[in-house]
């Protein structure tokens, strides 16, 4: 295997940021789009360019009102980026749902006029796979819910004033957008509305988006719109690595979309692998691109070590706890040995994690809804804050007998004690807080004598208590449509390939429904980053000593992804052939790339532990490939 050459000078990337900031002269600004690959410094070059264009430009932007926008994808780098600014209100820092919300917020009848045209397409949608499906079908059932719960929002929002929406929040009320339709509405004002796109660039002559190789596609389809349209007086700033998209609904080959005319500066060094990581990680991109990054010259070299097991090995964490102790051996570590887990676990498809926790059962119902699946991972479903936010702390919090925190909970989280509602009610105040406190006591009943509710069960005590808000795509459920909801659990469905997208989703839930509601609490320990496991999202731009990576298609069940493919272990579909013909994105192009983010958050040394139906396949084929060296394979 041949070693990329060491750098020896660490500034290599050093005349990077003044080619972004030649981009920023307000009188003729030039957008770009930044190659930064893993490591490379990205935010430390957004927030240099930033710094340069207050110190130059702070009077001339705070005399017409504008300032500096900046879109990053979690609330956690929002928070990192405003403090490196010292919070300078001349720079607007948010997540892409906030900047979208601040778009489009107080245009009222504008959004109504897309609600009603939207909610009429999906409904005619809807009517018209009714009258090619078969009556009597769970699906016709399920299809009835769902026409009715629209027909009752497209008359309702006729009468609402104002539309609200929280980008951190659950969105019940019938006033409510939810994520999807803020990045929709947006998408679509940007580019069909001129006013709105010249109010956005009035407002924010400069606007910088990172992670932009996840930003949702339509809505990047509108910002490359309105630049193209007034590049004159705009700049968009694009940070980001095309290698490193995760998500579903991000803009696939953004780079071949970008003009000729922009700018287009590279960082080539990469400050947090090790050498031997980085020549890894280096082969694995090489069949998707040209970019090839340099190690640090102060940087140890590093170890890494592929480990295959066969699929059918059992007591997985006792084999994993083994690799841990030869990793410890092999990388002179004993950390990777300590009390206190000294390495993270990265799994690679959010399935295994869901098995390995235990919320399987209720993940997989709603992962197969391509509708539902990013908000799932981000933690962001609506249904499932309800549970996760508001139902699993009450329950927590009662199980525990902590009457003060049960008391503030219901307080903060519940209609029934809504300030407006209490001071309507004058001196019947008590009977609403008896209402309540019966409430929250019917959802706790439910587990008695060792008993273990679904989530339909305390979706069920909810909607008789009226505890909670119950979000629109569960409403359907609770018997407020007037559907006959009696079918029983062997009613036909019908042919999931004929299903309409709103079909699948409202299938997805009910699925969910009917699986325990104990299962909440590990997922809610998932998505918040607090299990053992880190997920793909929530690891982006963090970096550990030591990690393991864990591969199993077997365990995953998914079909977007597999590394027996990527490793060679497993013939190429007919689709994936289908799509390399036609340039389209194959299943092994997704799982290089998720690959690829796990594998450069290594800091020092890196265990990949594959399972395999073939493992001497795997080994024969990442040895021919030069992914590694013979002595660091190991087959157990």
Request: glycine fraction near 6%; proline fraction near 3%; hydrophobic fraction near 40%.
């Amino acid at each position: 295997m041949s070693a990329e050459p060491t750098q020896k000078e660490n500034g290599i990337d050093d005349g990077v940021d003044n080619q972004i900031y030649a981009c920023l002269n307000l009188t003729e600004p030039k957008s770009f789009f930044l190659y930064a690959g893993a490591g490379s410094g990205k935010t430390r070059s957004l927030v240099n360019a930033i710094d340069r264009v207050r110190k130059e430009y702070r009077r001339q932007l705070l005399l017409k009102g504008q300032r500096i926008a900046v879109i990053t994808y979690t609330n956690a780098a929002c928070d990192e980026i405003k403090k490196r600014l010292e919070f300078d209100p001349l720079v607007e820092v948010s997540t892409i749902h906030s900047f979208a919300w601040s778009l489009i917020g107080g245009y009222d009848t504008d959004i109504r006029d897309w609600l009603r045209v939207n909610l009429a397409a999906e409904i005619s949608e809807l009517q018209t796979a009714a009258a090619k499906g078969r009556p009597g079908t769970q699906t016709a059932i399920d299809r009835d819910r769902l026409i009715a719960s629209k027909q009752r929002r497209l008359i309702h929002i006729e009468t609402a004033q104002h539309f609200i929406y929280s980008p951190s929040g659950d969105n019940k009320g019938r006033d409510s957008l939810n994520h999807s339709e803020v990045i929709a509405i947006t998408s679509n004002f940007l580019a069909t509305k001129p006013v709105l796109a010249k109010v956005l660039v009035s407002r924010f002559p400069i606007l910088f988006i990172d992670e932009s190789q996840d930003t949702n596609k339509h809505l990047m389809d509108a910002f490359l719109v309105v630049q193209n349209a007034h590049n004159e007086r705009f700049c968009l700033g694009l940070f980001g690595d095309t290698m490193q998209r995760i998500y579903s609904d991000g803009k696939v080959r953004l780079a071949e979309s970008i003009p000729d005319n922009w700018a287009k500066p590279a960082k080539k060094m990469n400050h947090r692998c090790p050498k031997r990581v980085i020549r890894l990680i280096n082969r694995i991109r090489s069949a998707a691109d040209t970019h090839v990054q340099v190690g640090r010259s102060d940087k140890p070299e590093g170890v890494v070590r592929l480990f295959v097991l066969p699929n059918a090995m059992l007591n997985v964490s006792d084999q994993e706890f083994d690799i841990a102790k030869s990793m410890a051996i092999a990388a002179d570590d004993t950390d990777w040995i300590s009390e206190n887990g000294g390495y993270k676990t990265l799994i690679l498809e959010h399935q295994m994690a869901a098995r390995r926790m235990g919320f399987e059962a209720m993940f997989v119902s709603l992962y197969k809804s391509g509708r539902l699946k990013t908000s799932l991972i981000d933690g962001d479903l609506a249904g499932l804050r309800l549970f996760g936010n508001d139902v699993l702390p009450l329950i927590t919090a009662m199980r525990r007998d902590d009457s003060f925190e049960v008391a503030e909970i219901v307080r903060r989280r519940s209609p029934l004690l809504n300030e407006k509602l209490l001071a309507s009610l004058g001196t019947d105040q008590l009977a609403q807080l008896t209402k309540a406190k019966a409430g929250a006591d019917a959802l706790v009943h439910l587990w008695d004598d060792g008993a273990n509710p679904t989530f339909q069960d305390v979706l069920n005590s909810i909607a008789e208590s009226k505890l909670f808000m119950i979000p629109d795509a569960l409403l359907g459920f609770t018997g407020e449509d007037h559907v006959d909801h009696g079918a029983v659990a062997d009613t036909p469905v019908e042919d999931e390939d004929e299903l309409t997208e709103q079909e699948k989703e409202l299938a997805a839930w009910r699925e969910f429904l009917v699986t325990p509601f104990d299962q909440i609490s590990a997922y809610m320990q998932y998505v918040t980053g607090t299990s053992k496991f880190g997920t793909h999202q929530g690891v982006k731009g963090l970096q550990f000593p030591r990690v393991m990576v864990v591969i199993s298609d077997d365990e995953a069940k998914g079909f977007l992804f597999s590394y027996e493919k990527l490793f060679g272990a497993k013939a190429k579909s007919t689709t994936d052939i289908k799509h390399e013909s036609t340039g389209e994105e194959t299943t092994i192009d997704r799982t290089r790339r998720l690959f690829y983010v796990t594998c450069s958050r290594a800091e020092s040394s890196l265990a990949i532990v594959a399972y395999s139906q073939d493992p001497a396949a795997v080994k024969r084929q990442v040895l021919q490939e030069g992914w590694f060296e013979e002595s660091e394979v190991i087959t157990l």
